[in-house]
């Protein structure tokens, strides 16, 4: 049988929820999922990991997945991220563990709950919101570079609409220094819709 990302977002999600621990799909299957669908194999999940909840996701995965212990460990400890690889399809899992930072928080704290198929439990997704603003920040840290990053929070402004948050947009971009960027891609966005 194939297995293809949303097949893999599941089964991830599955060891999340049945530990408690709170998660994001982010990145972008999340965006394509809100924004401007599009091809995509990459899985970007991002976790809230508790004291004593990182051993027990890591022993779980490790029991459906390739994991580098050694480093997710580290990962952990250190906030940053690891992978998961489901050697039997090819496919990977880039776990990122959330901080404290007011955009680690929000991703946890925003996030929407979302259907992928009628056959499925729903899935926690980041939030539009903190989609763009997530994507922004890539942005900006990869010096301006990407324009599937860019591409991205164009669409996610466009698609959405009036139905985004713009009030909580201006403020949290204000706060992490994104305002300008904001800007910009609000321009940008409105630009495509005429």
């Known amino acids: 049988m194939t297995k293809g990302p949303l097949d893999?977002?599941?089964?991830?999600?599955?060891?999340?929820?049945?530990?408690?621990?709170?998660?994001?799909?982010?990145g972008s299957m999340a965006s394509s999922l809100i924004g401007e669908p599009r091809s995509t194999v990459d899985v970007d999940i991002a976790v809230r990991l508790e004291r004593g909840a990182g051993a027990a996701f890591l022993d779980r995965a490790n029991a459906e997945f390739y994991v580098p212990l050694d480093a997710a460990r580290a990962a952990i400890a250190s906030q940053s991220s690891f992978n998961l690889v489901d050697t039997a399809h090819g496919l990977k899992v880039d776990v990122f563990v959330l901080g404290d930072g007011l955009l680690d928080r929000m991703q946890i704290e925003r996030r929407v709950s979302v259907s992928i198929s009628d056959?499925?439990?729903?899935?926690?997704?980041?939030?539009?919101?903190?989609?763009?603003?997530?994507?922004?920040?890539?942005?900006?840290?990869?010096?301006?570079?990407?324009?599937?990053?860019?591409?991205?929070?164009?669409?996610?402004?466009?698609?959405?609409?009036?139905?985004?948050?713009?009030e909580c947009l201006e403020d949290v971009a204000s706060q992490v220094g994104l305002s300008a960027l904001l800007t910009d891609a609000r321009r940008a966005a409105e630009d495509e819709q005429i």
């Open 8 to 26: 893999l977002v599941r089964q991830v999600a599955a060891i999340l929820d049945a530990l408690d621990v709170r998660y994001a799909l982010g």
């Open 119 to 166: 056959r499925s439990e729903p899935i926690w997704v980041t939030s539009p919101e903190d989609q763009v603003l997530r994507k922004l920040d890539w942005f900006r840290h990869g010096g301006h570079e990407s324009e599937r990053q860019w591409r991205d929070v164009v669409q996610i402004l466009r698609v959405r609409g009036d139905d985004i948050d713009r």
